[in-house]
């Protein structure tokens, strides 16, 4: 039943999948930049997506530790892809970002900051996983005590129209971290993908004003529970586990045990996990002076807890060995954040262990743990 009047914000209805298009052209039309998953180079990135052709329609992803593979199928769904390598956070916490410049003259020096972005950003096909990372790091960034004024300039422009999962990955454990399939809360629109039609639930005010005058039905009940079942299915299929029940304690009371130099054995100290990772913040600030000595800029950079320049203080490195840096890591995600922030710094994305090129697999880990304390 077709139904012209704006849906309600907690409202679920039934739209075409073409209608996507005229969503994605309603958020350009209000000044947003769209941006969402698409094939380039043989891989998925994050770009601007602009119609549902821009979309990888007919993909679908296999991840396993240390291995990705993005295939092409030929079925007709844009969603049914796991992400890579790229999370939302570099929109958010830039990868790379001038601070300032500094210009010598013969008798002063001129600072120059460099305009901030002013983009307006829609991020098309937010996966729950991503959603409570985008969520956590705005615990981080956002804090009562401390506000990054460049994330929090960014976040607040930021429209996020959320995908649930039905199609997770050899490495998905969000089941296992409250994350996922489902996507809730926190976003302005969320899609559920069935084979004809797309199921859109209204999240936000915001949501509300770009669905107006939208063609949009009455979502039966037929409908409704075939979403349901594709997410229990997708709960189901899960790739990986986590038992959460004694964390963080297992950790934060066992940082001395041989598990831990096991795993460095296998380490390679890259960072892989940490510049994937969705939720990982660490970043130095790094300064160039040009030849001259008349030039220099200050440039935010991300930093990982494995690089062991990290760490170094004057005197000597706190965590000389890749035991001490994995540990650090491991402990801050699953135990130490929970006291920070009230949360597990982990999503269950599984980026962390399909990038890993060693493939050490925190799932396989933290069981191992338990194993060895137990005796």
Not at 88 to 97: A, G, H, N, R
């Amino acid at each position: 039943m077709f139904d012209d009047r704006t849906p309600e914000i907690g409202r679920t209805v039934s739209i075409q999948k073409p209608v996507l298009n005229t969503i994605l052209a309603r958020l350009r039309e209000a000044g947003y930049e769209t941006i969402g998953p698409r094939v380039k180079n043989e891989t998925l990135v994050y770009d601007t997506v602009e119609t549902l052709d821009d979309l990888p329609r007919g993909y679908i992803t296999e991840q396993e530790a240390g291995r990705y593979w993005l295939i092409y199928t030929g079925h007709h769904r844009y969603f049914d892809v796991i992400p890579g390598q790229h999370s939302w956070k570099e929109f958010l916490f830039p990868p790379q970002l001038e601070m300032f410049s500094m210009q010598g003259s013969e008798n002063d020096w001129t600072i120059k900051t460099p305009e901030p972005d002013k983009r307006a950003l829609a991020f098309i096909g937010v996966r729950g996983c991503e959603l409570a990372a985008i969520q956590i790091q705005d615990k981080a960034f956002i804090r009562p005590d401390f506000q990054d004024p460049v994330y929090r300039a960014r976040r607040e422009k930021v429209f996020i129209l959320a995908v649930d999962c039905l199609h997770p990955g050899g490495t998905c454990f969000c089941v296992s971290m409250g994350t996922g399939p489902r996507a809730s809360g926190g976003f302005d629109l969320r899609l559920s993908e069935l084979e004809d039609t797309f199921l859109l639930t209204v999240g936000s005010e915001l949501g509300r004003s770009i669905m107006s005058g939208i063609p949009c039905d009455a979502a039966s009940a037929f409908v409704m529970s075939s979403a349901e079942r594709a997410l229990e299915q997708a709960t189901q299929d899960m790739g990986r586990t986590l038992d959460t029940s004694d964390l963080p304690d297992l950790i934060l009371d066992n940082l001395d045990d041989p598990m831990w130099a096991d795993v460095a054995k296998r380490c390679l100290s890259c960072g892989n996990c940490t510049q994937a990772c969705p939720t990982c913040f660490c970043w130095d600030a790094r300064d160039e002076l040009d030849l001259t000595g008349t030039q220099t800029r200050r440039t935010r950079v991300w930093d990982s807890c494995f690089n062991a320049d990290y760490s170094y203080v004057f005197g000597g490195n706190t965590r000389p060995s890749i035991r001490s840096r994995y540990r650090q890591w491991l402990s801050h995600k699953l135990g130490s954040w929970v006291k920070q922030y009230g949360t597990f710094g982990c999503v269950g994305c599984g980026r962390c262990i399909t990038w890993c090129p060693a493939g050490i697999d925190l799932t396989k880990e933290i069981p191992a743990l338990r194993k060895e304390t137990a005796r």
